[in-house]
């Protein structure tokens, strides 16, 4: 269990000013200029140093370890004016042993509900196989509460979104190009054992099945009747997939994606770390996977 630092009621603790400093990857949620140096921070006998933390930029999601005046807490602790507050990110490759870490425990399913500006994320998680909710038309609201009830760990690189209470599993994503994001959500979450290629719809993320040629049949075009004859379609909106001349393109994106997870990203920049096509026949009018 975690050990508690004795907590004052709040009727005991003057506003005053508190001594903030974020480690590692946390720097890049506040200013340049604070960036490895020690914030003076004000706050209020209510807060908690989870308040007092995202009052500084960092969304309570990426913090994995807080220290008060050395001693670990956690985010419901109340601090005194004075207080030395150190908070941490996930420790990677680090063993902090005894010392319990803030994230709740790790979703035994990997599921996600990826922010509206990140659609081709959301597209590359599924390409690798990942249970992924994606629409163009869901507020900050709606994608909080959608990760509550599912348990879906939300993606995005809205900090005010991570900062909701409702959200548990969270993951800021630094990357600016998608092909990166989805390495670094498969880097930081440990999901490389995970990947499941080709598994699921790239339109709505169902799981796909094998299904017989002749259920699909009529809506295959000439060539592909006479030339393919193993189909799969997705258990969710019917969508029906087969190996077609996208599958290099696509293998090669998990490929690179493969490779990526490999590399460290900060602040949106790449650093070397140290330690089948479907094509898709649609019963409507046809459309490309290319972008």
Not at 210 to 237: I, M, N, Q, W, Y
């Amino acid at each position: 269990m975690m050990g508690h630092m004795p907590s004052r009621s709040a009727s005991a603790l003057d506003q005053g000013d508190v001594d903030v400093r974020v480690y590692a990857e946390l720097n890049e949620f506040v200013p340049p200029e604070l960036r490895g140096r020690v914030m003076r921070r004000p706050f209020r006998p209510h807060q908690t140093v989870k308040d007092v933390i995202e009052a500084a930029g960092v969304p309570h999601t990426e913090v994995d370890l807080v220290l008060v005046n050395g001693e670990p807490v956690d985010f419901a602790h109340r601090p005194g004016a004075g207080d030395r507050i150190a908070a941490y990110p996930m420790f990677e490759t680090l063993d902090i042993g005894p010392i319990n870490r803030l994230r709740p425990e790790p979703l035994r399913d990997v599921r996600f509900v990826v922010d509206v500006h990140l659609g081709r994320l959301a597209r590359h998680l599924r390409l690798l196989g990942f249970d992924t909710r994606w629409s163009n038309d869901l507020d900050d609201a709606t994608l909080s509460a959608i990760g509550e009830a599912e348990h879906r760990v939300v993606l995005t690189r809205d900090r005010g979104l991570l900062k909701r209470r409702r959200v548990t599993h969270g993951l800021f994503v630094h990357a600016e190009r998608p092909i990166d994001q989805a390495a670094e959500v498969v880097r930081r979450l440990d999901l490389a054992n995970r990947l499941a290629p080709f598994t699921r719809c790239l339109r709505c993320g169902g799981r796909l099945g094998s299904v017989d040629k002749a259920d699909v049949l009529d809506r295959l075009e000439p060539l592909t009747r006479v030339h393919v004859d193993e189909f799969h379609r997705c258990a969710g909106c019917g969508q029906v997939y087969w190996r077609g001349s996208h599958h290099a393109r696509l293998a090669g994106v998990v490929a690179e994606i493969r490779a990526a997870a490999d590399t460290t990203f900060t602040g949106g920049h790449a650093v070397e770390r140290t330690k089948s096509t479907i094509t898709r026949a649609s019963s409507g009018p046809r459309s490309s996977w290319r972008k």
